[in-house]
């Protein structure tokens, strides 16, 4: 392939791709995107689904025109890391014993559009740019929530049904945004409260809009009263405290302390799963407890002699069609995804592709924790604990296998991968 790449395809686009290609273009587009892919809901709900599905072809056409005009600058090699290709590539498959093949057929197309725009961000920014995308897009969707939620709950004191909106901010919640449940909007405060807490330590927004900008996330946790976020949220400060001190220790002992962590871990997970019974009796959550593991029994059920392969990857949920439609008469309660990723992987793409999708985890995970805890600049520290919170809310909800959590994932695992990959190391020796 020429050096020119695209630009010299046909001179009349060179104007086009240049704009296309300038770094401004580009971060206003990362931060569009990022917004669109969390705020898929409200979208949904004002334009329909064939509205959301026209913009998110609309920006993967930019999306590739604006890689087109990054040609020269942006590093082909390996492209996406061999195990995110084989779990795309698992889910593909899917479609050949599909029981519902044209709703597989658009589960397929909806995961890969938003896997593109993952790779994308990888290729067309660096892990700065995309954190200082996904902060802006995230401030204004607080914003814009916490400002629904306002309307709700004091100034009109009524529900917005049509955007999932309770009205219960006087209350003091639980307050849904714009995100349509008081989880999914906690995961996006705790996302947002990461990346503002590194914008802050990097010093890549101004110390006052940091500093609000947390506190306007926090308020947000803290009104979504989300058992499943506080329980992240722990994890997530561990895993920053854990990172700080490795990041402090020397070359030699950094190894036996990370051992030491394993095991560590290891012992605190067998002693939480023997008191499980008691801790959640102490939480209160015996009901939701209960409803997730029945429907996860009812989930493992249905799948008869498929659990291997599973029964068709859709992403989120077609309520209208069987089996999922019949799950939510089964729990009593409309379901639009199986509150697990784990779970969710194992119904729609069997045991196969829930083991691709744990080693596409556990590969990016490794690679962006030794990076961040080896590499002196504090913006790698962002990829680590987003994917430390992904994998830990993948155990309650299922928002990384879809739409924003499926983009970051892909993006972050292609920039670790592209770090710390193999292949690169290959092509260069």
Do not use: C
């Not at 809009?209 to 400060?237: E, F, K, N």
């Not at 019949?326 to 199986?338: D, I, M, N, P, Y």
């Not at 002196?376 to 919170?389: D, F, Q, Y």
């Amino acid at each position: 392939m020429s050096d020119a790449g695209p630009r010299a395809a046909h001179p009349a686009w060179r104007l086009a791709l240049e704009i296309a290609g300038s770094p401004r273009f580009n971060q206003t587009f990362a931060t569009v995107v990022v917004f669109f892919a969390f705020a898929t809901h409200p979208l949904a709900a004002l334009l329909g689904e064939p509205g959301v599905i026209a913009i998110l072809v609309a920006l993967d056409v930019l999306a590739a025109f604006a890689l087109a005009g990054q040609w020269e600058r942006v590093e082909w090699q390996g492209l996406l890391p061999i195990s995110l290709l084989a779990l795309f590539g698992w889910i593909g498959l899917t479609i050949v014993w599909s029981q519902y093949q044209w709703a597989t057929l658009g589960g397929i197309a909806y995961a890969y559009a938003f896997g593109f725009l993952g790779l994308y961000l990888a290729l067309g920014r660096d892990v700065l740019q995309i954190m200082r995308a996904t902060g802006d897009a995230l401030r204004f969707y607080l914003v814009v929530s916490m400002a629904v939620e306002i309307l709700s709950g004091i100034l009109l004191d009524a529900p917005i049904p049509v955007l999932g909106v309770q009205g219960l901010l006087a209350e003091g919640g639980p307050v849904q945004g714009i995100a349509g449940s008081r989880n999914y909007l906690g995961f996006i405060a705790l996302l947002a409260v990461v990346t503002f807490l590194l914008e802050l330590l990097t010093r890549s927004v101004e110390r006052p809009l940091a500093l609000g900008s947390i506190a306007l996330a926090l308020a947000t946790i803290a009104l979504t009263r989300s058992p499943v976020t506080i329980a992240t949220a722990a994890v997530v400060v561990l895993g920053l405290v854990v990172l700080a001190g490795l990041r402090r220790a020397r070359g030699d002992v950094r190894q036996a302390v990370q051992i030491a962590l394993v095991v560590v871990i290891a012992a605190a997970g067998v002693a939480a799963w023997t008191l499980r019974s008691q801790i959640v009796s102490l939480l209160g959550l015996a009901p939701e407890i209960q409803f997730r593991t029945s429907l996860w029994r009812l989930m493992l059920a249905m799948q008869g002699d498929q659990s291997l392969v599973g029964l068709g990857w859709v992403g989120p949920w077609n309520t209208a069609i069987h089996p999922f439609a019949t799950l939510g008469l089964e729990v009593g309660r409309a379901q639009s995804t199986g509150l697990s990723a784990y779970v969710d992987t194992v119904f729609q793409a069997g045991v196969v592709g829930l083991l691709l999708l744990l080693v596409a985890g556990a590969l990016a995970f490794r690679r962006a924790w030794t990076v961040a805890a080896t590499q002196r600049s504090k913006t790698h520290i962002w990829p680590a604990l987003v994917l430390l919170l992904f994998g830990t809310t993948s155990i309650t909800e299922s928002f990384v296998l879809a739409e924003g959590g499926l983009m970051l994932a892909v993006a972050l695992a292609t920039l670790s991968a592209h770090r710390m990959s193999w292949r690169r190391r290959l092509a260069t020796e």
